[in-house]
């Protein structure tokens, strides 16, 4: 750069400021936009001109990132057309390395009257990289931005308070629980220091300064009672004090009422499964009163005893009779009333569709410390299920309704679906992995001991699964594995594209022919752990000369197939070894032409079309003397 000889003194002055300023120093005029002087640092990140040519400003647009240009370019007339004295400072980017990485450079800049160098106006300037602090800077407004953006959106209100109780910020959560403003807040507050009388309710918004949580119940501003989970933070100066409060507010009126409906629910059911038992003792009672009246009515008939005796007795049985008729309906109106939701609606699903619909539910009804896994199979796992109740059931588990989570632990349930072992293809399993459950190993024997003792109320809701999974065909097993792992296995039957009922051998009617004789020659079972409604039926068959083998228990009954295959077995449904339909299901796989009926007090959750394609009818509680001879023919093909 050319310098005057005249201000060579002044030159030695520059040149010494690096010395005291780590940046770049330099001086130019602003009219010209000529460099008259600029010391190594500047030369170094800037340029210099080329040896016997001027170095002007525009030179350094070559530099400068596009976007600044403008501004730029600005600052250059602003200096031009400004007084002595005028002070700068800007910030501009340059492109400095290869890689086109950004470097910003901060500007400070005085107009001063150097006359021994030029009769214009000078411009002292310093330059350093800020490129640090831009960045921190553009870091912390992101931060904040980002946090605003938490801050807002949350899910659960939010509310910074100073130390004296006053809010500053809220976010729109808060307001949609509370129905409070910043504002209305604000001159809640104004109304609190100035001494006015605030309602206790109002108070409550100004005592959040114990650190910690808890549950409590707010007051809305429009007068309706809050149920809230409160947390509260301090974050406190360098002299330990408080600065400010961070306070938390999550609404959980709709869940303590969720909770409370559940808990309502379960009690229904437990009242249903009562007056369901109720039921089921009060059939096999009518059972027998039923029988015997219309035996007694048969025999009077018959019989030889004196006609006014006889008209009499006669009379007395039909009363019995109708009062048996009479009770019979109450009987199914309790089951009725029993029922805790609608009747099944067996459909074929794919069980791993169904489990994935009802994600969100199960995300939603999940506890807070428990987490919840899905590993579901991609290939179609089709069963045949009622999809509804079968999601309520998963439900239960998930809950803790059925298996108690320790509210102490963080607890996690993995549910899957496949094929067991790889290899089995006519059924499915649903797998459920616990872990942080509030069960002992004692709970687990004693739950293996009572799980068909129905009477048992500890597993009333386990009892229901088993039932409902049993009506589907399927199968409940539960293991305790190591680190107290509990291991729920459901394993549904494959359902084939289309259903097929098998075709069942018929017998022909013989005409002019008694169909019973030919009955009679058969191997007829009856199991029923009820000694009188047993009996009962025993005498009824004996009517048409039927010879019944008689079981008071399910095991019975299989102890007898390995030495003898019935033909006909009617069987209660609930018994407490093995129910009625498994067990005849077991006898089928023996005698797979096997007729037989299947009686029960409630027919909720059995597929009776399901049952039927099997060769399996359904009967109700209590069953007439008529109903069990049509139910043999049906069975038999002779009607």
């Known amino acids: 750069m050319q310098m005057n000889q005249e201000a060579s003194g002044m030159m030695d002055f520059f040149r010494l400021l ?33 040896k016997g040519k001027t170095f002007f400003q525009s030179d350094l647009l070559a530099k400068l990132h596009p ?25 501009f980017r340059f492109l400095l390395d290869s890689k086109g990485l950004s470097s ?16 214009e106006f000078l411009v002292i300037g310093f330059v350093r990289d800020v490129t640090n602090e831009k960045v921190n800077e553009q870091n912390i407004k992101e931060q904040i931005q980002f946090f605003l953006g938490l801050f807002e959106n949350a899910s659960v209100g939010m509310a910074l308070q100073d130390w004296e109780g006053g809010y500053f910020r809220i976010n729109r959560r808060f307001t949609e629980i509370t129905g409070y403003t910043i504002h209305s807040l604000t001159d809640l507050n104004l109304k609190r220091i100035r001494g006015e009388a605030l309602s206790p309710e109002e108070l409550e918004y100004f005592k959040f300064f114990k650190e910690g949580m808890d549950e409590t119940t707010l007051t809305g501003k429009d007068g309706r009672k809050i149920d809230v989970y409160r947390k509260t933070n301090t974050f406190r100066n360098a002299q330990g004090k408080p600065d400010f409060y961070y306070v938390f507010l999550d609404d959980l009126t709709e869940k303590k009422r969720k909770d409370s409906y559940h808990l309502h629910s379960q009690k229904l059911e437990t009242i249903g499964s009562l007056a369901g038992n109720l039921a089921h003792d009060l059939n096999n009672y009518l059972q027998p009163i039923h029988v015997f009246s219309k035996l007694g009515q048969d025999l009077l008939v018959s019989s030889g005893t004196q006609e006014a005796y006889r008209e009499k007795l006669k009379e007395f049985f039909i009363k019995i009779g109708t009062a048996a008729d009479s009770a019979r309906s109450m009987v199914h109106r309790i089951i009725r009333y029993s029922k ?19 994600i969100p539910i199960l995300v939603a009804e999940s506890p807070k410390n428990v987490r919840l896994e899905f590993s579901l199979c991609e290939d179609p796992l089709f069963v045949r299920i009622d999809p509804i109740r079968f999601s309520k059931l998963i439900g239960e588990f998930v809950m803790g309704s059925i298996f108690p989570w320790d509210s102490q632990k963080e607890g996690s349930v993995h549910i899957s679906t496949g094929v067991p072992d790889g290899n089995e293809k006519d059924r499915f399993l649903i797998s459920l992995r616990f872990s942080g459950l509030a069960l002992s190993h004692l709970d687990l024997e004693f739950l293996n001991q009572s799980i068909f003792e129905e009477d048992e109320p500890k597993w009333i809701l386990l009892q229901l699964a088993n039932r409902h999974i049993k ?7 539960w293991e305790m594995k190591e680190n107290s792992i509990l291991l729920v296995s459901i394993y549904l039957p494959a359902s084939s594209e289309k259903r097929e009922a098998p075709v069942y051998p018929k017998e022909k009617k013989i005409e002019g022919k008694d169909v019973w004789q030919d009955i009679a020659k058969k191997k007829i079972w009856i ?34 197939l390995k030495s003898e295959k019935p033909d006909f077995v009617l069987s209660d449904y609930r018994m407490k070894e093995l129910n009625g339909l498994s067990l005849l299901r077991k006898i089928k796989e023996s005698v797979p032409y096997l007729s037989a009926v299947l009686y029960t007090g409630n027919a909720e959750g059995i597929d009776i079309e399901m049952l039927e394609a099997e060769g399996i009818l359904v009967r109700t509680k209590p069953i007439s003397a008529s109903e069990l001879h049509e139910s043999i023919l049906l069975s038999f093909g002779f009607l």
């Open 471 to 477: 009506n589907w065909g399927g199968e409940l097993l």
């Open 18 to 50: 690096p010395q005291t300023y780590p940046g770049g120093v330099y001086l130019f005029e602003p009219k010209s936009g000529a460099f008259l002087f600029a010391n190594d640092y500047f030369e170094k990140i800037l340029g210099s001109p080329s």
């Open 527 to 560: 199991v029923e752990d009820d000694d009188p409604s047993r009996e009962s039926i025993a005498m009824v068959l004996g009517l048409k000369n039927i010879e019944p083998e008689l079981f008071a228990t399910p095991k019975e009954a299989l102890e007898r």
């Open 67 to 91: 976007e600044d240009r403008i501004h730029f370019e600005t600052r250059s007339l602003t200096l031009s057309q400004s007084q002595e004295g005028s002070h700068f400072e800007n910030d």
């Open 340 to 358: 805790t939701s609608e009747e099944e609606v067996i459909d074929r699903v794919d069980v791993s569709s169904a489990l994935e619909s009802s």
């Open 104 to 119: 910003w450079l901060h500007f400070e800049e005085k107009l001063v009257r150097l006359p021994q160098i030029s009769e």
